[in-house]
């Protein structure tokens, strides 16, 4: 089980494809408009759900979905490879040659992570976005993949009594009950 932002990627690619889509000087500005729920959530008085939805209705909402998903293939194949860590890529690798399953779970949408993970043949478990009338709508479709949202999907999936034991990579607040879930967590292992 690996965490995608930070832990493969070097920067939050939530953050990124919001820069992809609408420039530098667009998407500070929005951040600077909703700094006051950003603020509120880096004090732990606002959902990081919530946080999360205000921005994405900020830059999103409205957007139509076939627009959305050739965005995400372009952020994809233009910027996320200057964002792989290199250390990552080499435990992925060993661990497909170890035969082992290997998951990317991620607090990200899925519409671009998935991507990612469609073409380096792993499973995703990300965040859904809600689309209404073939629009993104700004707000999510499942519980944000985010903490224990991500140890709760990994026991969707898998039976986690069929694993003599399981690796977990992660990097930050968002991954530690994931990391205390598995045998064998490395946090912040591709620094």
Request: proline share 3%; net charge positive; charged share 30%.
């Amino acid at each position: 089980m690996f965490d995608f932002d930070g832990t493969i990627t070097t920067k939050d690619t939530f953050l990124e494809i919001i820069k992809f889509k609408v420039g530098k000087k667009s998407f500070y500005f929005g951040m600077f408009l909703l700094s006051p729920f950003l603020a509120a959530f880096k004090l732990k008085i606002y959902p990081n759900w919530k946080a999360k939805e205000r921005v994405l209705t900020y830059f999103f909402k409205g957007v139509p979905q076939e627009e959305f998903d050739q965005l995400c293939q372009a952020f994809i194949a233009k910027e996320i490879t200057g964002m792989i860590r290199p250390k990552a890529l080499e435990a992925i690798q060993k661990h497909k040659e170890e035969g082992d399953e290997i998951s990317i779970v991620s607090a990200s949408a899925e519409n671009w992570v998935k991507l990612w993970c469609d073409k380096m043949g792993l499973k995703c478990i990300g965040t859904k976005l809600e689309v209404k009338e073939g629009k993104i709508t700004g707000k999510l479709a499942t519980k944000n993949c985010y903490g224990q949202e991500k140890v709760n999907r990994v026991k969707e999936i898998y039976q986690i009594e069929n694993y003599s034991s399981i690796f977990g990579y992660g990097d930050s607040d968002g991954d530690k009950e994931l990391l205390a879930f598995v045998s064998t967590p490395g946090f912040r292992a591709f620094e």
